[in-house]
């Protein structure tokens, strides 16, 4: 979940070790095939998402062990997306059909928009949609682009531009941190609270390491038997699932 642009589709390709866009199915386990009419008036990028439809279902090839679902950005104040988000949170959190059940979710909010961080889109969500056991992680995308903040920082500083390179890692990671608190700080205080909070970076690289992503989420997790099915599904880590076999 989470705004336009926040990275989302990007994340679940890294996961699934993929370049590849998913395929998608209804919530009958039907591929949903468009029609060229279908296409051209929602787009075929648009529709490659599931025109952000929530019931549908996003299976990469690569990894069809993950099952995702991509809800639609409701940060422009529409009622009906976001109750149409809750409604489907909200029941398949509660069914006590394994594969009906959303196991976790994943909240991104991306970083280029760090002056804006919590809008009024987040604090509805973690106020109003109780997700009951199921975890939700917030992820803290496009991190990378602090590194370019930094870099404008101590030019406008005076410094020059080879010495501002030099220090910029530190400055971005300042600024992730304080972003980070200022971030904790207004959603730690909503009724229903994320349960951790987990920064990424250098997604946009083919091949990047998701261990961490999918370590906190199996943290997250609240029953054993999920963790464990989670690590398993997890593919491209062999040694992420030795780490939860020792540690178990």
Not at 31 to 45: C, L, Y
Request: glycine fraction near 6%.
């Amino acid at each position: 979940m989470g705004r336009a642009n926040a990275g989302k589709t990007t994340i679940l390709q890294r996961v699934c070790n993929t370049a590849d866009k998913p395929e998608i199915f209804d919530g009958n386990g039907k591929k949903v095939i468009p029609s060229p009419v279908m296409a051209n008036e929602v787009g075929a990028d648009d529709f490659q998402r599931g025109y952000h439809n929530i019931e549908h279902e996003l299976v990469f090839q690569s990894n069809p062990g993950y099952v995702f679902h991509d809800s639609s950005g409701f940060e422009a104040g529409s009622t009906q997306q976001f109750d149409d988000m809750k409604k489907f949170v909200t029941s398949h959190a509660a069914t006590n059909s394994l594969e009906g059940r959303i196991h976790a979710i994943w909240y991104c909010i991306p970083m280029t928009d760090y002056e804006r961080t919590v809008t009024a889109a987040e604090q509805k969500f973690f106020n109003e949609c109780d997700t009951g056991h199921v975890p939700v992680v917030v992820l803290l995308t496009k991190v990378d682009y602090f590194y370019l903040v930094a870099i404008e920082e101590l030019l406008d500083e005076g410094l020059k531009i080879g010495e501002a390179k030099s220090r910029a890692i530190a400055r971005a990671s300042q600024l992730l941190e304080k972003w980070q608190v200022h971030i904790e700080h207004i959603l730690d205080q909503c009724k229903f609270p994320p349960k951790f909070y987990l920064p990424l970076t250098r997604m946009h690289e083919e091949g990047m390491d998701c261990a961490a992503l999918i370590q906190c989420t199996a943290s997250a997790l609240n029953e054993e038997g999920l963790e464990r099915l989670l690590i398993s599904t997890q593919q491209s880590s062999i040694a992420l699932c030795i780490e939860f076999a020792i540690r178990r």
